[in-house]
C-alpha cells in the first residue's frame, strides 16, 4: 500500500515539473514567433546598413567641358559616365573608387567631322562628410580630394590633324563637392568635379594641364 502512494506521489511531482517546465517556455516561443528578437531586422528597419561601416556602389553620368583656351575652344559640352564604390557612408571620413570616362566632340584642324576626345581613367578620393539621419533617411552632403590616371584618345583623326598624338595619359588631382540622399538601402547622388589634369601631350598649343576639365552628374545606387 505504501509502494504504491509513493509511486502515485512520484508520478504527480513528474506531470507538475513538465507543466511547469512548458508553462515556462511558451513566452520563449512565443517571442521567436512575433518579437523582434533579430538584430538584423532592426537594422534593417531604422535604414542602418548591414555592414554598420557603410558601403555603397553606384552608377550614373553627366557633362563635363574644358577649362583652358585651346581644349575649351577646339571641343563642344561632352557626356560623361562613372561607376563608384564608395567605403564608410555612415562615419565622417570616407572613401571612394571610381572608374569613369566621356567623350566630347572635338573640331581640330585635320579631324573629321565625327572625331571625338575619349577619356577613360581610374581615381581614387578621401570624402570629408556629414552623415546626417533622419529615421530612414541619409542625408550626406561632402567634399573630396584625390588622385587619378585619365587616358585620352582621339577617334576617327585625320593624316594632317593638329594634335600631336592619338593618345595620351595624365595625370589628375580631383577635387569637388556633393550631396547623397539615401532611403532604405538606395542612394542617390548629385557632384560637381574639377579635374587639374597633369603632364598631357596631346595639344601642341597647351601647356602641360591643358586638359584640366570639369564635370557635372547624377548617381543612383545601392548601400549595404
Given at each position: 500500500?505504501?509502494?504504491?502512494?509513493?509511486?502515485?506521489?512520484?508520478?504527480?511531482?513528474?506531470?507538475?515539473?513538465?507543466?511547469?517546465?512548458?508553462?515556462?517556455?511558451?513566452?520563449?516561443?512565443?517571442?521567436?514567433?512575433?518579437?523582434?528578437?533579430?538584430?538584423?531586422?532592426?537594422?534593417?528597419?531604422?535604414?542602418?546598413?548591414?555592414?554598420?561601416?557603410?558601403?555603397?556602389?553606384?552608377?550614373?553620368?553627366?557633362?563635363?567641358?574644358?577649362?583652358?583656351?585651346?581644349?575649351?575652344?577646339?571641343?563642344?559640352?561632352g557626356g560623361t559616365w562613372d561607376v563608384r564604390v564608395l567605403f564608410g557612408t555612415r562615419h565622417w571620413i570616407g572613401f571612394e573608387a571610381s572608374y569613369i570616362g566621356s567623350?566630347?566632340?572635338?573640331?581640330?584642324?585635320?579631324?573629321?567631322?565625327?572625331?571625338?576626345?575619349?577619356?577613360?581613367?581610374?581615381?581614387?578620393?578621401?570624402?570629408?562628410?556629414?552623415?546626417?539621419?533622419?529615421?530612414?533617411?541619409?542625408?550626406?552632403?561632402?567634399?573630396?580630394?584625390?588622385?587619378?590616371?585619365?587616358?585620352?584618345?582621339?577617334?576617327?583623326?585625320?593624316?594632317?590633324?593638329?594634335?600631336?598624338?592619338?593618345?595620351?595619359?595624365?595625370?589628375?588631382?580631383?577635387?569637388?563637392?556633393?550631396?547623397?540622399?539615401?532611403?532604405?538601402?538606395?542612394?542617390?547622388?548629385?557632384r560637381y568635379t574639377i579635374r587639374p589634369t597633369y603632364q598631357q601631350t596631346l595639344l601642341p598649343n597647351q601647356g602641360a594641364n591643358g586638359l584640366t576639365n570639369w564635370d557635372?552628374?547624377?548617381?543612383?545606387?545601392?548601400?549595404?
Open positions: 500500500m505504501r509502494l504504491r502512494q509513493g509511486m502515485t506521489l512520484a508520478v504527480a511531482a513528474m506531470i507538475v515539473v513538465v507543466g511547469g517546465g512548458r508553462a515556462v517556455a511558451s513566452p520563449a516561443d512565443s517571442a521567436d514567433a512575433g518579437g523582434p528578437r533579430d538584430t538584423g531586422q532592426k537594422r534593417a528597419s531604422d535604414g542602418t546598413p548591414v555592414s554598420k561601416l557603410g558601403l555603397a556602389i553606384l552608377a550614373g553620368g553627366g557633362v563635363t567641358d574644358f577649362t583652358q583656351g585651346t581644349a575649351r575652344d577646339e571641343t563642344h559640352l567623350a566630347s566632340p572635338i573640331e581640330a584642324l585635320g579631324l573629321s567631322s565625327n572625331s571625338k576626345l575619349v577619356r577613360n581613367g581610374i581615381e581614387g578620393a578621401l570624402r570629408v562628410q556629414a552623415p546626417l539621419r533622419h529615421q530612414c533617411t541619409l542625408l550626406e552632403p561632402y567634399i573630396l580630394g584625390g588622385v587619378g590616371w585619365n587616358a585620352y584618345r582621339v577617334t576617327n583623326p585625320g593624316p594632317t590633324a593638329s594634335v600631336t598624338t592619338n593618345s595620351d595619359n595624365t595625370l589628375v588631382l580631383p577635387f569637388g563637392v556633393g550631396f547623397m540622399v539615401g532611403y532604405k538601402g538606395f542612394v542617390g547622388d548629385v557635372a552628374g547624377a548617381m543612383i545606387g545601392f548601400e549595404f
